[in-house]
């Protein structure tokens, strides 16, 4: 078995760097108490998962020149990418009335619906 | 014959007009003027209609030219039956008047036979309620002299008593204060005033005794008979908060149930033999046949209206020989044949003698309760707790007058037998009702036993064959007993005390009132001047007393009648003379009461005035046969002029022919007698009450247990009491212990049982399934208390827990299932 990283550049290269995006996001979320932050973590978690479909979409994946996953990586991509811009849209909304209720925007603060 | 369609039409209206006026106070009675003020005007009017349309019936009576028979009888006359029925169904007009039966009979009947009798009636029916073939029954009419002159005396007694009682019971107008009834309080009884309810059942009982005069049957009779039965008990009652009151009125109506039930069985042997309860002959609308009535049938022309044991009893009494015959006899028209060969041989043998016996005995049972004869007179003296103008029409010319006029009216079918127990029934009555009068203190107990005593006078007459004598005193009673009663009233009205120790004197506070009583006195003890003239009852109790004496010559084993007859009349002279001494003359007994005294209005005098005039005059003799005697004798029913001698079920009797007793030594002995007689009994009331020469102190300290026994009305109320209504109460009480002791025992431990399981059962209810529901919830709720705990609101956290926990699913699922990820 070889390092994944010393052989030519192929799907699983780009799912290193998709894995390395998403864990990246993920942490800024978890991590981040400042409300953009949080979203800026989701961008990078939506972005990862982008970087996925694309790689398997790709068109050298499939060899007899037909998608291997039978269906088009990029379209999904595009679909994310508009549910992005939707979803930022409406969180930003979301952070801008927390914002304007509580002076702040740390999400520790924001603990109303606890149990 | 006019009068023969006129009639039923005159009276049938004047018998429906207080219907009428019952009907409207009954729906508008409290609409009519300030607290239904305008119920006397309507009723009173009424009834006065009534008595206009009944004395058009008297002259179109008188006008039709009937045969008036001679006061003495001296020459015969024709027998004259006619028999007019009509039908008419549903109409209160006899539409189609049928004449074949009226020129059929007239022409028969005339030429049959010569004798001293004239009998006329009219029947038919109105409308037929029901038929079958063994019952008719319909509302019909039979009118002769006596129902005419029924309906004037009672129509105008009636209208007199309505306009006195328009003023007696004034105070009904508003409110009233019943200081008689104590409420649980302690407070008398407060209580809106009953006006026109008086006067509704006032126009009631008029209607149902007019019905019961005109009745053309006998089962018509006892529908109206327990009408006036039904009236009495309201108007008795008519104070019915105070106790002795509703007691008296229940009294009045138990008593005549209990006669009531012996005219059922009387009315059952007459239609389960004849089939027939008609009086006349009447025709039957399905079959548009002539049916005989009972009068017909038991005194049949054929057999010149001499009694005999009717066909159909005789059958029904032989059945066991019918049976006989039939047992090898198939054929039905030849047994039908045979029986009717046998017929009057059965009736030689006396078979169905007994059953006549018993419904003439069944009809004068219920006769004994309605006109308060021995044994069930105890209630009339009791009925004094209506008002008094219900006691005047009450004791004259309603209820009581009612058995007196049934035994009337059902003469013909009466045997000898029935006839002396009728006799002797009014003979014991008259003279026990007489001795309680003697004593009593109450004014109008004396007049109610008074009243008992001249009833048992009427039946004793018509018992030894003196019709026309007993319904002569029925008549000329009605006038001066209603007189005396409404004479009673007015004192009572004035002094607001019934009893006569506390009154004296009263004759110069209230004069009208206290000589039209006078009047009443003298008419009822028969006063006059013999051979010459009298008051009414002169007459009649002449009549009576020569009938007696004349039966007691024809059947000297029978002789205590006249006795009784002569001691009553001596008897009723010294009560009543003792009553009109107490209560108006000597001097006052109570100062207090006496001042308080003053005469009634005048809407209470005037009929005093106008009874008055015909207690004088009723019983004379107007010339052209116009008298009431002679209207009667116009009647006599048929066969009855003859003096019959029978071997009847109690021996042999001979009824004497009425007119016998008109003629020489008999009459002329009679008249003597009822004159000695009351003059003694006024001469020694006055030695008593009027000059002190005889103490009545005295008198009853020497004969201290006669006066008790009498004081105590015979302890015939005692007696009753003990024989009736104690084992009656006794029963009562122990079917009432078993009802509380066993009974509702054994409800009682049935519910128990059912509640010991219910409650066994609500046990497991709230412990086994209720706790199941329960642990589920409080396990759910304390789950989720726990749960909630994870819910911290912390977004960061929610992201972590995202993480690790995919990241562990995504460990464990590589543990799980490495083969599949491995490849």
Redesign the interface.
């Known amino acids: 078995m070889t390092f994944v990283l010393c052989g030519v550049v192929s799907v699983s290269h780009y799912l290193v760097v998709g894995a390395v995006l998403f864990t990246c996001g ?1 942490v800024c ?5 400042n409300a953009l932050g ?1 979203l800026m973590g989701i961008e990078l978690v939506l972005n990862g998962a982008n970087i996925n479909f694309v790689a398997f979409g790709s068109e050298y994946l499939a060899g007899d020149g037909r998608s291997v996953l039978g269906l088009d990586g990029e379209v999904m991509a595009l679909f994310v990418i508009l549910l992005a811009a939707a979803e930022a849209a409406v969180a930003l909304a979301i952070t801008l009335n927390f914002y304007n209720n509580h002076a702040t925007v740390d ?2 603060r ?6 | 014959m006019a009068a023969a369609q006129l009639l039923p039409i005159l009276l049938g209206i004047a018998w429906l007009i207080p219907l009428a006026s019952f009907v409207a106070i009954l729906f508008f009675g409290t609409r009519m003027g300030a607290h239904g003020k305008g119920a006397a005007t309507v009723a009173t009017s009424a009834i006065g209609a009534s008595l206009f349309l009944s004395l058009v019936a008297l002259v179109a009576w008188t006008m039709a030219g009937h045969p008036v028979p001679s006061p003495h009888h001296d020459e015969g006359h024709a027998s004259v039956m006619k028999t007019d029925a009509g039908q008419s169904s549903g109409s209160v007009q006899p539409v189609a008047f049928r004449s074949p039966g009226l020129s059929d009979a007239e022409g028969s009947h005339v030429s049959g036979h010569e004798e001293h009798v004239s009998s006329i009636s009219y029947s038919g029916d109105w409308y037929t309620l029901y038929a079958s073939r063994s019952l008719r029954l319909s509302i019909g009419w039979y009118i002769d002299s006596l129902t005419v002159l029924m309906f004037v005396v009672v129509t105008f007694i009636a209208t007199c008593i309505h306009i006195y009682a328009a003023g007696y019971m004034h105070d009904e107008l508003h409110d009233v204060t019943d200081s008689e009834v104590q409420l649980a309080t302690g407070e008398p009884l407060h209580r809106e005033g009953r006006f026109h309810r008086f006067f509704q059942a006032l126009s009631l009982f008029c209607f149902s005794m007019l019905g019961i005069v005109i009745a053309g049957n006998l089962a018509m009779v006892f529908i109206f008979w327990e009408l006036v039965g039904i009236c009495s008990w309201f108007l008795i009652g008519f104070y019915f908060e105070r106790h002795s009151a509703s007691t008296a009125a229940n009294k009045a109506f138990i008593v005549n149930r209990v006669g009531d039930f012996g005219m059922l069985i009387g009315l059952m042997a007459l239609w389960g033999g004849l089939g027939t309860l008609h009086f006349g002959d009447s025709v039957n609308s399905a079959t548009d046949q002539v049916e005989p009535g009972l009068f017909e049938l038991v005194r049949p022309a054929e057999n010149h209206h001499e009694q005999q044991v009717p066909d159909g009893l005789v059958v029904f009494a032989a059945a066991d020989q019918i049976e006989k015959m039939a047992a090898g006899n198939p054929s039905r028209s030849e047994l039908r044949r045979e029986v009717a060969a046998a017929v009057p041989g059965w009736r030689e043998q006396g078979y169905g003698r007994w059953l006549l016996f018993v419904a003439g005995l069944g009809i004068f049972c219920g006769c004994v309760g309605k006109s308060a004869q021995v044994p069930l007179f105890v209630w009339l003296p009791d009925a004094m707790e209506g008002p008094t103008p219900v006691s005047a029409l009450v004791h004259s010319a309603t209820m009581v007058a009612a058995g007196v006029y049934l035994v009337g009216r059902f003469f013909p079918v009466l045997t000898p037998d029935v006839l002396l127990v009728i006799a002797y029934t009014g003979g014991v009555t008259l003279f026990i009702a007489a001795t309680i009068a003697i004593t009593a203190t109450d004014i109008k107990r004396v007049l109610a036993y008074s009243t008992v005593s001249q009833l048992g006078y009427m039946m004793l007459a018509l018992g030894v064959g003196g019709w026309v004598a007993g319904l002569f005193h029925l008549i000329t009673h009605a006038f001066f007993k209603s007189l005396l009663f409404l004479c009673s009233g007015s004192v009572i009205h004035a002094c607001h005390t019934n009893d006569m120790r506390k009154m004296g004197g009263l004759l110069k506070v209230m004069p009208y009132t206290a000589w039209t009583m006078l009047i009443g006195c003298l008419a009822i003890i028969g006063a006059g001047v013999p051979f010459v003239l009298g008051f009414s009852g002169y007459y009649s109790k002449d009549a009576i007393l020569a009938q007696a004496l004349l039966f007691s010559r024809t059947n000297p084993q029978h002789s205590v009648l006249y006795v009784a007859v002569a001691g009553g009349a001596f008897i009723t002279a010294f009560y009543m003379f003792r009553l009109w001494f107490m209560t108006f003359a000597g001097s006052p007994r109570d100062q207090h009461v006496f001042e308080h005294a003053h005469e009634s209005p005048r809407v209470m005098t005037a009929p005093l005035v106008a009874l008055a005039v015909f207690a004088v005059v009723a019983g004379w003799a107007l010339p052209g046969g116009l008298g009431v005697e002679s209207l009667l004798e116009q009647s006599r029913p048929a066969g009855t002029a003859e003096a019959i001698t029978t071997a009847g079920i109690l021996g042999n009797i001979t009824l004497p022919a009425e007119h016998e007793s008109h003629v020489g030594a008999i009459h002329v002995t009679a008249t003597l007698t009822a004159f000695l007689t009351a003059l003694a009994g006024v001469l020694l009331a006055a030695a008593m009450y009027l000059k002190p020469l005889v103490s009545p102190v005295a008198v009853a300290h020497a004969a201290r247990p006669i006066y008790t026994f009498l004081v105590h009305r015979w302890y015939v109320d005692e007696l009753y009491n003990v024989l009736f209504v104690l084992p009656t109460l006794g029963v009562a009480r122990f079917i009432s212990a078993i009802d509380t002791q066993v009974i509702d025992r054994l409800i009682n431990s049935l519910a128990w049982t059912a509640r010991q399981i219910a409650s066994v059962d609500a046990w497991f209810d709230r412990v086994v399934v209720d706790g199941i529901v329960n642990v589920a919830g409080s396990v759910t709720w304390k789950a989720g208390l726990e749960l909630k705990r994870v819910q911290t609101g912390n977004l960061r956290q929610y992201v972590m827990f995202i993480v690790v926990g995919t990241v562990a699913i995504f460990v464990l699922a590589t543990l799980l299932f490495r083969t599949s990820f491995a490849g």
């Not at chain 1, 979320?29 to 108490?33: D, H, Q, S």
């Not at chain 1, 924001?110 to 149990?115: I, W």
């Open positions: 993920v979320m978890a991590l981040k108490r949080v999400v520790d924001a603990d109303d619906l606890h149990g």
